[in-house]
Every structure is written in structure tokens, then in C-alpha cells.
């Protein structure tokens, strides 16, 4: 009788309160409150019933102003034919031009090899992301139905979602089981919610996407015993992602993970690690100076191991991949590009292709593909694969193209952590050559040679994003707005999921005269959640309307924002342009100290206070500033021509001289 009525209040204090989380749980769900936790959501579009990415999916592992996007796609996950998914992470995903990555290369390859199937590519890869969150992605691609599933990750595992926290004593938060109830805690609205309400208690606290350099702090020696456990976890994910595909009816393809031969560790040398790794990278020059390639590539596999900073899969992950060729397909790609002699002209950076690049591996998987065809249907041999330049012709890939991709890394070079590496100069000269040539070479002509393919392209509904983004961009760089406005309309309406679309369609709308219509659709175009997209929102059309001369309208909307949230730099920025460009210096310097203030390391902000003691004389202060500007971008062109100015009225002509030859690596602009 005791031992019943213990079990019976037992029952009582475990049943009802879970009673009552799911009562909430469904309510929060009914209201709505959250978003779908899945890598694939349900859609009705006019051809039918389909599956699309989700864009919300990415507030489940970020900060609201460091979310990432899925690139966007549309799968009945039905249709009989050839598909494809690839899973990854930046690299895998084509950034810096999503459009010429690996996976659509792989689609032109597929469907030109074998004409007589329908062949899909799905690119589910997705930038900032590590193995913990990509199991989860597996898991929900079961919907799409996929024949093969292409897995290349492994360079974000020590700076991912869930990537070891600097200064933590315990190693929890990198074991396979914390990610897994984190994401599990994260897929319940009610666990939203409350993550919701916490981070409006530190929204000030929360910042922008600063790429790598924001990883920077995430310091792990070569001894240390969190690198052990970032392996173990990488390990643990991957088995489960081959899992996953298994069930999903799968077969998995697994790709070793490339990284730029000969370039320098990105610690500072200061570490025992750093040390280590810059003395191992300078071992593999001398080697590759002797003409002794094998252990050249050794000794630069070695520093890449001992670099601190893990920005790139090392050797170990790698390995991991190789050792499951028993249970999945493996590519080494890895070994692949390395035996190339034109292997380093393949990456833009450290772990990202060029299209070149990304068609060497889309040619890898391609070729790895065909032994498992027939077992997806598929008996036929395939013809002959297309040539580099047929891919890349089949995507519409231009010099205009290539010239707004390499400005796109030109500028991402120059910040940290790229800043810091040995090897600097060098990588930085070669991008600024590189676009000094694509800007002399084209012109109004070549410009609209490429609008008028895009064009043509764009003719079908719905209307392709990936040409219909850079359609719009080429009107709005021959200042075609009609034109551009059609187009953004398009998008918007016919991919209405896509933030990135109602964002310009916003921009159009203000620059159109419909200010609130445009506010309403900017904020549609950022990441839902708090204060953030309506400040974002009304920062842009403010923008928009100081370039276009509407600074009064401009001014209101930025003071309303700094009102509202004091914490947002942008908006203290943005309001010192305008206040400059009026003459209102005091206004101005004011505002660009309280953006200092919220961002410190604000790099415009500090040389825009150099202009301005520039203009009034304060020749001390101005030369601070500049100075303070270079701290956090060395390479900043007009911190640096602005800081020759002030040297040379003081004097200091060999100063001024090293600014040059430094101006003459770093700024694509100079002659």
C-alpha cells in the first residue's frame, strides 16, 4: 500500500508537469511562436507539391545578426530521374558565388553525361556550420528522396555552432551528445521562445557576421587535449550522417576535405603552436625551392596540422574519411588537387574554390559517382565529360562575374585573420593584380553582353536565382532601375521565401518614392526576432535616401533608430555620413565616437575621424585615427593614402614611401 501510493505521487509530479509543457508546447505552436526545425519544408507552388530549404533554419544555431542562408532551392523529392544532395559547409556550398560552386557544376556535368535521365543537385551545404548541426540536415533530407549524398565537411569543427568556447574548463560542450540536445532543446518552441527572451535581455550584446575573424579567439595547441575531442566528435558525426543517409535509401559519397597548398598558419606566432606551425611553413618553402615536392607538401601538411587557429581540416579528419571506405563511397580530393602543379591556383583562400577549382572537384565526384548508378537504376555508361569551359559556359559564368567575385575576396583578405598570416602580401598582391586586369579589361560592352544572357536565361517561370540575383545586380550597374525593378519583383513574388529577395525589392521601393511599402518589405528581408530588423530596415532606406539626396527623411529614420537602439553602431555610423556630408562636422564626430563605442573595432568609423581632424587642422589626431584604422585592416586603402597626406606635410618621406609600396600591394586602384 506505502510503495503504491509513493509510485502514485511520483506519477503525479513527473505526468503533470509534462502535461503542461506539451499543453504549452502545442499552444506556442498553434499561436505560432518559432519556426520549423527542419533543414526542408513543405510548400504549394503552382507546378505542385515540393520541398524548399527553409531560411529560418539558421536562427536554431546563431545570433540574429549572424544568421546564415540556405541557397535556395524547390524538389517534388518525387520525380524519377538522378538526385543529388550535398552536404558541407562554406566550402562545400561554393562561397564566395554560390552559383559556381561544386554542386550546380556537378549538375551540368551529371545531366550532360547522361542525357536521357532527369538529374537534380541539391546544395544543402551551408556557410559557418560543423558536423554537429550537419547530422541534423541529413536527417531531413530523407524527404527529398535523394539516390546519392555527397558529404564534404570538416573545416569548421573547431569554430562551428558548436566548436569549443574559449576559456572553459570542461570539454561538454564538444561532445557529440551536448550538440544533440542543444538542437533537440532548440527544435521545441518552447525552448525557442525562451532563447528568444534571454537574447532580448542581451540584444546590445549582439553583433554582425565578421567571418573568420570573429573565430579568431578559438586558440587550440596541437597537445591540447580539446583537439582530441573535436576528432572524437567528428568521428562520432560522421558515422551518424552515413547513418542517415542509409536510411534515408541512399549512397553515401564521402569526399576528403582540400585546403591551399603553401600558405602560411593563420596563428600568431607567439603561441608554442604558432611557432611550431610557422617554422614547419617556412621548412616547406625551402624544400619546394629544392625541387623536393613530397616533402615540401609534408612539411606544409605538418604546419597546417600544428596551426592553432583551425580554419582547415587537418590530417586526422582526413583520415577519418579515408577509413570509412569500407561502409561509403570516398573521393580523395585531398590528394587529388595537392598532385596538380596548378593546385594553389585553384582556392581563393584557404579552404574556398575558384570555380576552376570547383569544377576539379565536381569532375572528382562526378567520376566517383558512376559505379553507383546502377544501382540506383542508371545502367547506361556515361558520354563524355564536359571541358571546364563548357561547365562554366552552361552557368553563364563571365569576367563580370569573375571581377565582383574577386572584389568580394580582395576585401575579405584584407581583414583579419588573413591579415596576420606570413604570407600576407603576397596572397593580397596577387588578388589586387588580378583585379586591376578584369578592370581594365571590362567595359560598357562586355557588361551588357552579360546582362543580355542573363536575360535569356531568365525568361522561364519560376524565374532561376541564381541568374535572376545577378540580372538585377547588372541593371543596377548600368542604372537600368525599371528594368531592376521588374526583376526584384519577380523575385520576391515567385521565390517569396528568400529574404535576400525582399530585401532589394525593399530598396527599390524607397528608391521608387514608397518609403513605408519599402521599410515593410526591408524588414521582411532580415532575420525575424526583437528590435533588430526594424532598425536594420529603416538604417538601409536611410541610406538609400541620403544617396539620393532625401537627407532630411534620411536623418529622421536614423535618429528614430539610435533613439530606439542605442546599441546598434550602423545606425551612429550611418548617421555620420549623412551629418558629413553636410558639413555638420561636430554632429558628425560625435556620432562616429558613440558607433566606436558600441563597435570598437569599426574601421570606417576611425578613418572618418581621420577626415575630419584632417579638415580642421588637427593634424595629431587625424594621423591617431588613421593609425587606429590600420590596427584593425593594415591594408585599408584610404586609411593609408589619407595617413600619407598627414605624413607628408610633418615630413616623414620614407614613411610615406613605405606607404606607397604597401598602397601598391594593397590597393587595386592604384596605378
Not at 535521365?117 to 531531413?140: C, G, K, L, P, Y
Not at 554632429?587 to 565616437?593: N, Y
Request: with cysteine; glycine share 8%; aromatic share 8%.
Amino acid at each position: 500500500m506505502w510503495a503504491r501510493r509513493w509510485l502514485a505521487k511520483v506519477a503525479l509530479a513527473v505526468v503533470i508537469p509534462l502535461s503542461g509543457l506539451v499543453a504549452v508546447e502545442m499552444f506556442l505552436r498553434w499561436v505560432p511562436v518559432g519556426i520549423e526545425p527542419s533543414w526542408t519544408v513543405h510548400e504549394e507552388v503552382a507546378t505542385g507539391s515540393v520541398w524548399r530549404d527553409n531560411p529560418d533554419i539558421g536562427r536554431l544555431w546563431f545570433a540574429p545578426g549572424q544568421v546564415r542562408s540556405p541557397v535556395p532551392f524547390r524538389s517534388s523529392g518525387a520525380e524519377p530521374g538522378l538526385r543529388v544532395v550535398v552536404l558541407g559547409e562554406s566550402a562545400a556550398m561554393g562561397d564566395p558565388a554560390p552559383a559556381f560552386g561544386f554542386a550546380p557544376q556537378l549538375e551540368v556535368l551529371l545531366r550532360a553525361a547522361y542525357p536521357g535521365i532527369s538529374v537534380e543537385v541539391v546544395n544543402a551545404a551551408m556557410t559557418a556550420i560543423d558536423s554537429s548541426v550537419i547530422v541534423d540536415i541529413a536527417r531531413s533530407i530523407a524527404r527529398l528522396n535523394p539516390d546519392v549524398v555527397v558529404v564534404y565537411m570538416g573545416n569548421n569543427e573547431a569554430i562551428g555552432p558548436f566548436g569549443p568556447v574559449p576559456g572553459t574548463r570542461f570539454l561538454t560542450s564538444i561532445e557529440p551528445w551536448y550538440a544533440r540536445a542543444v538542437l533537440t532543446a532548440r527544435g521545441w518552441r518552447i525552448g525557442q521562445w525562451l532563447r528568444g527572451w534571454y537574447g532580448d535581455l542581451v540584444e546590445n550584446e549582439s553583433t554582425g557576421w565578421r567571418g573568420l575573424a570573429q573565430f579568431s579567439d578559438r586558440i587550440i595547441e596541437p597537445d591540447s587535449p580539446v583537439l582530441d575531442a573535436v576528432h572524437r566528435r567528428y568521428g562520432a558525426n560522421l558515422a551518424s550522417i552515413l547513418a542517415a543517409i542509409r536510411r534515408a535509401g541512399a549512397e553515401p559519397l564521402v569526399a576528403t576535405v582540400a585546403s591551399q597548398p603553401f600558405r602560411a598558419p593563420f596563428a600568431p606566432p607567439a603561441t608554442p603552436g604558432g611557432v611550431a606551425a610557422l617554422a614547419a611553413y617556412h621548412e616547406s618553402l625551402d624544400l619546394q625551392a629544392r625541387g623536393e615536392e613530397g616533402a615540401a607538401q609534408a612539411a606544409w601538411r605538418r604546419s597546417r596540422d600544428l596551426d592553432p587557429r583551425r580554419f582547415r581540416a587537418d590530417t586526422v579528419i582526413n583520415d577519418q574519411v579515408r577509413a570509412v571506405a569500407g561502409h561509403a563511397t570516398v573521393v580523395d580530393v585531398e590528394a587529388h588537387l595537392l598532385a596538380r602543379p596548378d593546385a594553389a591556383g585553384l582556392f581563393w583562400d584557404h579552404v574556398h574554390f575558384t570555380p576552376h577549382g570547383n569544377y576539379e572537384v565536381a569532375r572528382l565526384l562526378a567520376e566517383g559517382l558512376v559505379p553507383l548508378l546502377p544501382r540506383r537504376g542508371v545502367g547506361e555508361s556515361p558520354r563524355a565529360w564536359l571541358s571546364r569551359e563548357e561547365v562554366l559556359e552552361a552557368l553563364i559564368y563571365t569576367r563580370w562575374d569573375d571581377l565582383n567575385t574577386t572584389s568580394v575576396m580582395h576585401a575579405r583578405l584584407l581583414r583579419p585573420p588573413f591579415a596576420e598570416v606570413a604570407d600576407h602580401p603576397a596572397l593580397v598582391a596577387a588578388s589586387t593584380a588580378r583585379l586591376r586586369d578584369l578592370r581594365a579589361r571590362i567595359g560598357l560592352r562586355e557588361v551588357t553582353g552579360v546582362r543580355d544572357r542573363l536575360m535569356a536565361a531568365c525568361q522561364v517561370a519560376p524565374i532561376p536565382p541564381q541568374h535572376g540575383v545577378r540580372l538585377l545586380r547588372v541593371f543596377e550597374e548600368l542604372e537600368q532601375w525599371d528594368e531592376a525593378w521588374g526583376v526584384a519583383r519577380r523575385l520576391a513574388a515567385e521565390w517569396p521565401h528568400v529574404r535576400a529577395h525582399h530585401h532589394a525589392l525593399g530598396r527599390h521601393l524607397v528608391r521608387r518614392g514608397q518609403v513605408a511599402e519599402g521599410l515593410a518589405a526591408l524588414e521582411r528581408g532580415d532575420v525575424p526576432g526583437g528590435r533588430r530588423p526594424a532598425a536594420l530596415a529603416r538604417i538601409e532606406a536611410a541610406t538609400l535616401l541620403a544617396e539620393l539626396g532625401r537627407t532630411t527623411e534620411s536623418l529622421d529614420l536614423l535618429s528614430r533608430v539610435v533613439a530606439e537602439t542605442p546599441w546598434l553602431g550602423k545606425a551612429w555610423y550611418n548617421r555620420a555620413v549623412v551629418y558629413g556630408r553636410l558639413g555638420q562636422l561636430d554632429l558628425a564626430e560625435r556620432d562616429f565616437l558613440q558607433a566606436l563605442a558600441c563597435e570598437p573595432d569599426m574601421v570606417e568609423a576611425f578613418n572618418n575621424l581621420g577626415v575630419i581632424a584632417l579638415k580642421r587642422n588637427r593634424f595629431e589626431d587625424a594621423e591617431r585615427h588613421f593609425r587606429q584604422a590600420l590596427e584593425q585592416v593594415p591594408g585599408h586603402a584610404s586609411a593609408l593614402r589619407n595617413l600619407a597626406l598627414v605624413l607628408q606635410r610633418r615630413g616623414a618621406h620614407a614613411e610615406v614611401a613605405e606607404i606607397g609600396q604597401r598602397l601598391a600591394v594593397f590597393d587595386p586602384d592604384r596605378e
